[in-house]
């Protein structure tokens, strides 16, 4: 199925809204979009693509991964001509995040990253690749909750940086 991303551009969120709108942890969203740091090299890069990037993001005001992602996300955003950003409630769109299901759960935040024409180019999530890589083999080794403090303590060192990458790795393979 092709999503119909204009319409669901259209009445997504900007990250502002999002923070302000979000019971739980809109402060911290906004947060750590105020104080993420785009190393410059990351905002060249994705500036010499040309822009014309519409980055739809899907997640949840509790998901721990996405506060620690997407206010990066936004940042960088903010900083590249040519890139937006929108983000979806995952709870309010149960079809759309059934399409991009990463094994059997609902896993966010899912970013699918769009030309200016709304043509799907790609996606990236639910974690950077090497952190997904650590916590699939955590849990199948029988971890639980208690992955959580080094989760945290991988976000705190990457800042995001990894994110970006990955993303911009589709963004440059389109």
């Known amino acids: 199925m092709v999503w119909p991303f204009a319409h669901l551009w259209d009445e997504a969120l900007s ?31 994705a500036s010499a693509l040309g822009g014309g990037f519409r980055l739809v993001a899907i997640v ?4 721990g991964d996405a506060s620690n992602t997407i206010p990066v996300v936004a940042r ?60 699939m083999e955590q849990r199948r080794a029988g971890a639980g909750k208690e992955l959580y403090p080094e989760v945290r303590k991988w976000y705190a060192h990457d800042k995001g940086e990894s994110t970006l990458r990955e993303i911009l790795a589709v963004m440059a393979g389109s």
Request: negative net charge; charged residues 25%; contains cysteine.
């Open 60 to 63: 949840e005001d509790w998901c």
């Open 76 to 135: 960088w955003a903010e900083q590249v001509p040519g890139i937006a950003l929108r983000l979806l409630r995952r709870d309010e769109h149960p079809d759309l995040t059934d399409a991009y299901l990463t094994g059997t759960s609902r896993a966010i935040p899912i970013v699918v990253i769009l030309t200016a024409e709304m043509e799907e180019i790609g996606r990236w999530g639910p974690r950077p690749s090497e952190l997904q890589a650590w916590v």
């Open 15 to 45: 990250f502002g809204e999002f923070a302000a709108a979000s019971r739980l942890h809109g402060a911290l969203w906004e947060a750590m979009r105020r104080t993420a740091r785009v190393p410059d090299a990351l905002v060249a890069e």
